[in-house]
């Protein structure tokens, strides 16, 4: 990651997947040995964290999340964890494994991730709700077809 990276930059950037769930075991005993200093954000919510959670908050959150996660997910891959840096991440995309969309996203708007937890204080990303759509004069082709 670069020095003067922002969280939007990181958050549209390249991000690698956690494909096993020995990776995921891995990274999450990584950031329990550094429970300090990260920020959550949580997009079932709106607002945006203004500080780090308390580093007993963040294992409290882990150990949660992570009982959600395999609850939701009892396949022998992980597939739903994205992040910059695997051994030492600024930022991780985490999915809710059921509610990823499709993977291509053809036509929609991508979904958002479940959690983001960062080094970086989160910024309200576009994405984080889909943008106003166009009216066009004639509407849909659905719309046009039936007189709508």
């Known amino acids: 990651m670069a ?7 990181l958050y549209r950037g390249h ?7 020995r990776q995921f075991d891995e990274l999450w005993a990584r950031l329990r040995a550094r429970p300090e200093g990260w920020f959550v954000r949580d997009f079932s919510r709106r607002d945006i964290p203004g500080e780090p959670l308390p580093a007993e908050e963040f294992l409290a ?3 949660e999340t992570e009982a959600f ?3 939701r997910h009892r396949e022998d891959y992980c597939g739903f964890i994205y992040l910059d840096d695997i051994e030492n991440p600024s930022l991780i995309k985490v999915f809710d494994p059921r509610k990823m969309g499709t993977s291509c996203s053809c036509g929609t708007e991508p979904v958002p991730p479940r959690w983001t ?3 970086l204080k989160p910024e309200l ?5 889909p943008p106003p759509r166009e009216k066009t004069r004639g509407g ?4 046009r ?4």
């Open 3 to 9: 020095a003067a990276a922002s969280f939007e930059a």
């Open 15 to 21: 991000l690698k997947g956690l494909l096993q769930w």
């Open 61 to 63: 959150f882990l150990d």
């Open 69 to 71: 996660l395999r609850r």
């Open 117 to 119: 937890i960062s080094r």
């Open 125 to 129: 990303a576009a994405d984080t709700a």
């Open 140 to 143: 849909g082709f659905l719309a």
């Open 145 to 148: 077809l039936f007189g709508g």
